[in-house]
């Protein structure tokens, strides 16, 4: 069955470079030219001294509620609670687990953020974590991927349908486009590409000098670039994410509805901002030729240009993955 056709608010972030990547394509490298610095979290981080990741200069928390049909956070609320008291952004996060229905996932995903009063005006939209499975072959899937014993895997067709139908309840509940998060090779390592992804705003976790960007899309919103970092307030080590943009741009992707960056299809081209430049290795991009300036998000902020996305999908391929912990 077809379903509804979507309008994507599409601008470029910052100019990307290319770069060869083992996801059986030539990968995307973005190169930021301003940065906002952000963590994301889950209960295993412990108790959180949010005052003092706010003093570090950290804007955003992606914050960990719920995993698969099975898991709460205990910490959830507190750290809801007290990002939002000490300034930061914040976003509620589901990981995925590809062997429950996407609509019973998404469902417990929103009993548990209604229980904390829901996203509220200035909260960034709700983010699905997919990691799970690590392969499109059952065999060859890791066994603990989901931290319950569990590989979660499923075959290809079944984990993009459930993927999208997550998507499509959240959205249906909370007015806002979901983001999404993975890792570079993971897309590719597990069949799920549909080209409707791309009109999703893409987290991707890539540790190099600039992010990798996996198809369909070309372009990242959120990047994590340390499992590693140091935090103050966040013991012993934390993630390190940044947002590609300025922190006014940032602002403006709060409390939206449906009106957010909406993925990267349909770029305007006027929009590109930084440099790009072709390049054979895998680590960072080395940008060399000036494509122009202006800031893309400045252009559709500040201006409010819009572009008409109109895509079609069918419900029959969907599904994905997450992050216990």
Same mark, same amino acid.
């Given at each position: ?42 209960? /295993? ?20 509620? +719920?995993?698969?049909?099975y898991n709460t956070q205990a910490t959830f609320e ?55 499975? +690590? ?58 590409? !549909? ?44 993630? $390190?994410?940044?947002?590609? /943009?300025? *922190? !006014?741009?940032? *602002? ?5 509805? !449906?009106?957010?960056? /909406? ?6 081209? *006027?929009?590109?901002? /930084? ?24 252009? $559709? ?25």
């Amino acid at each position: 069955m077809d379903v509804r056709r979507g309008v994507a608010v599409a601008c470029a972030l910052v100019a990307a470079c290319s770069t060869n990547e083992s996801v059986q394509r030539q990968a995307v490298t973005q190169c930021p030219t301003d940065t906002v610095e952000g963590v994301d979290v889950y209960t /295993g981080d412990g108790a959180i001294d949010w005052a003092k990741v706010a003093g570090s200069g950290r804007k955003f928390a992606f914050i960990k509620a +719920t995993q698969g049909n099975y898991n709460t956070q205990a910490t959830f609320e507190t750290n809801w609670n007290d990002s939002l008291s000490n300034g930061l952004y914040r976003s509620p996060y589901h990981f995925f687990d590809g062997t429950i229905d996407g609509v019973t996932q998404a469902n417990w995903f929103l009993d548990e953020l209604n229980s904390v009063g829901g996203l509220q005006e200035g909260d960034l939209a709700p983010m699905l974590d997919i990691e799970c499975p +690590t392969s499109s072959s059952q065999s060859a899937a890791s066994p603990n991927c989901e931290y319950t014993g569990d590989s979660g895997w499923v075959a290809s067709a079944t984990l993009q349908s459930r993927i999208f139908d997550w998507l499509d309840t959240v959205q249906a509940a909370t007015g806002r486009k979901p983001i999404i998060y993975s890792y570079v090779s993971w897309f590719a390592s597990v069949g799920v590409t !549909d080209t409707m992804l791309a009109t999703y705003p893409l987290y991707i976790a890539s540790y190099n000098a600039c992010p990798s960007i996996p198809a369909p899309w070309t372009q990242t919103v959120f990047w994590q670039y340390s499992a590693s970092g140091t935090v103050p307030g966040i013991t012993p080590t934390a993630d $390190l994410d940044r947002f590609m /943009g300025t *922190a !006014d741009q940032l *602002a403006g992707m709060t409390g939206q509805i !449906d009106a957010g960056i /909406g993925g990267d299809a349909e770029l305007d081209d *006027a929009a590109d901002a /930084g440099s790009a430049t072709e390049t054979g290795g895998k680590g960072g991009c080395g940008c060399g030729a000036s494509v122009g300036a202006g800031g893309p998000l400045t252009a $559709l902020l500040g201006a409010g240009l819009v572009a008409v996305l109109v895509r079609r999908r069918k419900l029959s391929t969907r599904k994905a993955k997450i992050r216990l912990r």
